[in-house]
């Protein structure tokens, strides 16, 4: 308790006849008689203990997962995350991970995962644990101006592994003889930011999100907005929306009929829906939710979408879980603060990718997978 704190050095400057001088932090002499320093020591050990008892109104950022793995602030979650559910860590030992995808059955699958500074994509499986798919990503020879490995990655509809690159600063595909295609890295002639995430429609048309994030300076940028974009089959890039400040994580709603994307903001932590026309464009969209006033650490960044339309999204404190609705239902807490989430296994199982670590919860509702 803060207060208890401050007691506890007061009476311990008191005790030691000093105390901070306010005016640069060095301390300065008490000139006080033994018997009001006593009498003071006394009465501040009263008010303390007093105090103690006294439920805390503080709000921490980022609580441990062993004192508290989920917060429940909806009866609807219940259905989505068993009481008995908790955190798991399944692997550790790296630098910045992200954008997780599952490859193959629930059994015999295995995770794919960026670790951008570390220029990697990981593989782990329950019986192989983790080694490299690929190393390094990055490729100075484009001479692209960006730095960093992959961020998001995903399956098109030929299950093929599709990566956004960061700091080649395009989005590629992995074919079945190991070559990296690219399949689109410019807009209108100008090299796209560093495209962050990407989501398939049933059409075989992508949607992806193209924040600055993998720049190696504010000068490499082409482009003067941070835009969602559209990549169709035929390789053509359209531009959908420019106006979010930091598009981050991107998903469809299980019908198709709305695009989710986060925005990766600390003045703006929201999550925007935009409803998918006929001809896969967007309207102007609406703010699903908005945590910037949220006490928690963490900005939105990428998520994952279950078959009820639920979104389970890396933000404020952990990975929010918003209804279609845009109501947060509750907050899962992992040890570390999660940057993206995707379900694996047999749909029942949502791995976090959390700066050093992965983590994984079970679900009683099965989620989206490529």
Not at 89 to 103: H, N, R, Y
Not at 257 to 276: C, E, F, I, K
Not at 290 to 299: H, K, Q, Y
Not at 311 to 322: E, N, Q, T
Request: charged share 20%; aromatic share 8%.
């Amino acid at each position: 308790m803060r207060i208890r704190r401050y007691c506890h050095t007061f009476s311990t400057l008191v005790f030691a006849n000093t105390s901070p001088d306010l005016r640069n932090g060095e301390p300065v002499i008490m000139r006080l008689p033994l018997p009001i320093t006593l009498c003071l020591i006394v009465s501040l050990n009263i008010a303390c203990s007093e105090t103690e008892s006294e439920p805390s109104t503080e709000t921490t950022t980022m609580p441990p997962a062993e004192a508290k793995t989920i917060d429940r602030l909806d009866p609807r979650l219940d259905a989505l995350l068993a009481v008995e559910a908790t955190v798991e860590q399944v692997a550790e030992g790296f630098q910045f991970i992200e954008g997780p995808v599952w490859v193959g059955g629930s059994t015999d699958g295995h995770l794919l995962f960026s670790d951008i500074p570390a220029d990697t994509v990981y593989r782990w499986s329950e019986t192989d644990g983790t080694s490299i798919f690929l190393n390094p990503v990055f490729l100075p020879e484009l001479e692209t101006n960006g730095q960093g490995g992959s961020n998001g990655l995903t399956l098109d509809l030929d299950g093929r592994v599709v990566l956004c690159e960061h700091g080649n600063r395009r989005i590629s595909r992995i074919d079945e003889d190991g070559i990296r295609t690219t399949l689109a890295n410019r807009f209108d002639g100008n090299r796209l930011n560093s495209p962050n995430d990407i989501v398939y429609h049933s059409s075989g048309a992508a949607f992806f999100t193209d924040p600055p994030y993998g720049l190696a300076s504010p000068d490499a940028a082409e482009l003067d907005w941070s835009g969602i974009y559209r990549l169709d089959t035929d390789g053509t890039v359209h531009l959908l929306a420019d106006e979010q400040s930091a598009p981050n994580g991107i998903g469809l709603s299980p019908d198709e009929q709305t695009l989710y994307v986060a925005n990766s903001d600390g003045d703006a932590r929201l999550w925007m829906a935009y409803s998918v026309s006929d001809d896969l464009t967007l309207d102007d969209g609406i703010v699903l939710l908005d945590m910037t006033d949220s006490t928690d650490a963490g900005v939105p960044d990428g998520f994952a979408v279950d078959t009820e339309g639920n979104i389970w999204a890396s933000g404020p404190g952990g990975i929010v879980v918003i209804s279609p609705e845009g109501d947060h239902l509750g907050t899962v807490r992992p040890s570390e603060q999660p940057a993206n989430a995707a379900f694996g296994n047999d749909g029942r199982t949502l791995y976090m990718t959390a700066r050093t670590s992965l983590y994984r919860i079970s679900t009683s509702v099965e989620g989206l997978m490529p």
